[in-house]
């Protein structure tokens, strides 16, 4: 079954692409896991229509949405479904307090593909408690999210995700199922939390994470160099009792490594 979306002016500044079929809808929802006593926030509402079947399956439902026209399609979809509560704003304008005082919560989206990055380093990064995160993203994205260390793929937010928990890709989703079409392929990712990597300074390897990636062709004891203003040499031995080369590359360590160098750089 799909939906249309007559009438309404499509916006490509805000990366505008709605999802039409119900039964792809349902499948994403059932990816996520959702239980009738649970909060989801979803971001991007967009016309409502993962919003109303979110609001069937959760006890709550808070979503984001930028575009004010879009308001009296999302309250059509999602009348009568339940504690629903549209915030009209910028997700990323939101709080870490309100956040915290919304959590614990699942996060279900459809992301925009211009903010996939920001929003799920925002999510990945923050104190309150997300339960689990499903959302549906580029391709290539998600590729990335998933992606082990020194593959091809791997970067700081494969790196980010593999600290949050356990990553995969539940569906691949062709470009056809979208209104308007996009450009490429999407898949819906499935983020699970386990936390197992625990630094003795969160903010450092934070700090140490981003350096890893910087300059992806040098090694690891450069960018600490030029990044962090870590001597080489001091890098290279705390490198060198994890029984690894002094010329390793920031790209093929592990979440555990480098929370691991992080505490040997730390002492």
């Known amino acids: ?30 990816d996520a896991g959702v239980a009738p006593t ?16 979110l609001c069937e399956s959760a006890g709550k439902v808070v979503s984001y949405e930028v575009d004010s026209e879009l308001v009296p399609r999302i309250q059509a979809a999602t009348e009568g479904k339940g504690d629903f509560t549209l915030r009209l704003k910028d997700f990323m304008e939101e709080s ?24 799920l380093m925002r999510l990945l990064e923050s104190k309150a408690e997300v ?47 979208f209104c308007p079409p996009p450009n490429v392929d999407s898949a819906v990712v499935v983020l699970t939390p386990e936390k197992r990597y625990f630094p003795k300074n969160e903010a450092f390897f934070a700090r140490l994470c981003r350096a890893a990636f910087a300059m992806r062709r040098k090694t690891l004891c450069n960018n600490a160099q030029e990044v962090l203003g870590i001597r080489k040499e001091i890098t290279a031995a705390a490198l060198q009792k994890m029984g690894l080369s002094a010329t390793v590359r920031g790209e093929t360590l592990s979440a555990q490594q480098l929370c691991d160098l992080s505490d040997l750089l730390c002492e």
């Open 131 to 177: 339960k689990g995160i499903t959302i549906m993203v580029q391709k290539e994205v998600a590729e990335r999210i998933v992606a082990s260390p020194g593959s091809k793929n791997y970067s700081a937010l494969s790196l980010a995700a593999a600290r949050f928990g356990n990553a995969k890709i539940s569906r691949a989703v062709p470009r056809t199922m």
């Open 38 to 53: 649970d909060t989801v926030l979803e971001i991007g509402a967009g016309a409502g229509t993962l919003t109303a079947i």
């Open 1 to 30: 079954m799909e939906q249309s979306f007559s009438g309404h002016r499509f916006k490509k500044s805000l990366g505008q692409n709605f999802l039409s079929d119900t039964n792809l809808l349902r499948a994403i929802a059932r």
């Open 96 to 119: 870490e307090d309100e956040l915290l005082a919304l959590s614990p919560f699942y996060v279900v989206a459809n992301l925009p593909y211009y903010i996939t990055t920001p929003v």
